[in-house]
């Protein structure tokens, strides 16, 4: 009797110290979820600020880790109110994926309009260049001087993009796009005073500056998505 007492004590000691570890192992799949929450919104921060590839995989790193988080937890707990909590984790967590994306999309093409700026307002300057060199060697000063002030137009109007795409302010869009439509009237103007030999190099060249003031609109919307992403994600958390 006395060792089958001893054993009961054994064995219901052996079940409290189990239940224990166990009660424990939930808390902290808990905490871990917790944890990584709080570890993705500081790598949103960071992202934010750097806009680049390895902050980037960083966040999709963290995403990964809260999804097999959450996973583990829901497979351990089994109070309604733990799982409520955990689903409710579960879906930010795949909402901020969603939008994480978009705005990973969205900043992608901003970047890629800034290349199909410089090459389209290259082929335009290029384009006028000729033109301006070719007439250099004539004996009419006027129509190179009015192919010099193109120039100088196209100049101003890289500038205000510039200042429009560095900045990312939506009010200075306004002057870049003005700046393309003076340079384009600069051009209309020269085809009148130049000799039509040159008239394929200014459709050239006008065809390069409306390149160019697409591609300001594709960097303009897309900073816009992205905008709109970072802030749902501000939302979220």
Do not use: C
Not at 15 to 34: M, P, T
Not at 115 to 136: H, N, Y
Not at 199 to 215: I, P, R, V
């Amino acid at each position: 009797l006395v060792l089958l007492l001893t054993a009961l004590i054994t064995v219901t000691g052996w079940l409290s110290v189990g239940a224990l570890i166990e009660r424990g192992d939930k808390l902290q799949a808990i905490a871990d979820v917790a944890t990584q929450t709080m570890e993705l919104r500081i790598r949103r921060l960071v992202y934010e600020r750097q806009y680049d590839a390895e902050s980037a995989t960083t966040m999709n790193a963290t995403l990964d880790k809260v999804d097999a988080n959450v996973k583990k937890a829901r497979s351990m707990v089994v109070s309604l109110e733990s799982q409520k909590w955990l689903e409710e984790a579960q879906q930010s967590a795949t909402e901020y994926r969603k939008t994480f994306n978009d705005m990973t999309k969205a900043i992608a093409t901003r970047e890629a309009s800034r290349s199909l700026m410089g090459d389209a307002a290259d082929r335009a300057v290029a384009e006028i260049d000729k033109i301006e060199a070719a007439l250099l060697q004539g004996d009419n000063i006027l129509q190179f001087n009015d192919t010099v002030v193109v120039s100088k137009l196209i100049q101003q109007a890289r500038y205000q993009v510039r200042g429009y795409t560095y900045s990312g302010k939506a009010e200075f869009e306004k002057n870049a796009n003005a700046g393309i439509d003076q340079a384009l009237v600069g051009i209309n103007t020269l085809a009148g005073s130049i000799p039509s030999t040159y008239l394929a190099g200014l459709q050239a060249a006008t065809a390069g500056l409306k390149a160019y003031q697409a591609a300001v609109g594709q960097y303009r919307d897309a900073q816009a998505a992205s905008k709109d992403a970072l802030a749902t994600m501000t939302k979220e958390g």
